[in-house]
């Protein structure tokens, strides 16, 4: 089945130590988006990749960045996570801007 | 502005009641809606979603109907099971002028008792 994929499911770092999240998908789609989730809240959008057009959103930290490097995978850095980073990081795709999105099973980040 | 707003939980309920989530929209035009399910220590899954004014989407039981006249997108299902244990998130999509992004409602958490 087509899908979208994220390594690993749970992440346990220490703070101010960089990690990276990973996801892939299988769909073929042109945009890759990467959503923070805090306990209880909605998604926030974090930045987007169209092709390999990257878009950061206005208020995400310069302590996140992204990297795409072929249509499959798309990575979240993180270089020093703090512990308000703590959260569940989503991956999603769509075939276009407009059309809908398939999110991944989220990968869930604790900081120590 | 766009935003969406949905009842608040939780929603407590025992099998087989009649569930509704309310969720109305503000944005100018014709956004798409959707219903994304979130279950336990996953990600979120598209349940059903519209695209244009009295659309109806249906999946695995539940419905909404797109009502531009409300800017409503109301969730329903007949007969809750404890397998419908979630968070529901309402979210609006709009239009390529709008960036095309999803805004979300804040989430409805709903707890089927047996």
């Known amino acids: 089945d087509a899908m979208v994929i994220q390594n690993p499911r749970y992440q346990v770092t220490q703070f101010g130590k960089p990690v990276t999240l990973s996801c892939s998908q299988t769909l073929n789609h042109n945009v890759m988006y990467w959503y923070q989730q805090k306990s209880s809240q909605a998604p926030k959008l974090l930045f987007h990749?169209?092709?390999?057009?990257?878009?950061n959103e206005a208020d995400t930290p310069d302590n996140f960045q992204s990297r795409r490097p072929n249509t499959s995978f798309c990575f979240l850095d993180i270089r020093s996570p703090g512990l308000g980073d703590a959260a569940m990081y989503l991956c999603?795709?769509?075939?276009?801007?407009?059309?809908?999105?398939?999110f991944g099973p989220g990968t869930r980040l604790t900081v120590t | 502005g766009n935003s969406v707003t949905q009842m608040e939980g939780p929603v407590t309920l025992s099998e087989e009641a009649f569930l509704t989530i309310n969720c109305t929209y503000t944005?100018?035009?014709?956004?798409?809606l959707f219903w994304y399910v979130q279950y336990p220590g996953e990600g979120l899954q598209l349940l059903l979603k519209a695209t244009k004014a009295d659309d109806k989407g249906s999946n695995k039981g539940f419905e909404a109907t797109y009502r531009k006249e409300t800017t409503s997108f109301h969730l329903e299902k007949g007969s809750v099971q404890v397998s419908d244990s979630a968070v529901y998130f309402c979210a609006s999509q709009r239009g390529k002028a709008a960036g095309n992004k999803l805004t979300f409602g804040g989430g409805t958490r709903v707890l089927v008792k047996p």
């Open positions: 944005a100018t035009g014709y956004p798409s």
């Open positions: 999603a795709t769509s075939t276009h801007m407009e059309t809908e999105q398939y």
């Open positions: 990749y169209y092709d390999k057009d990257f878009n």
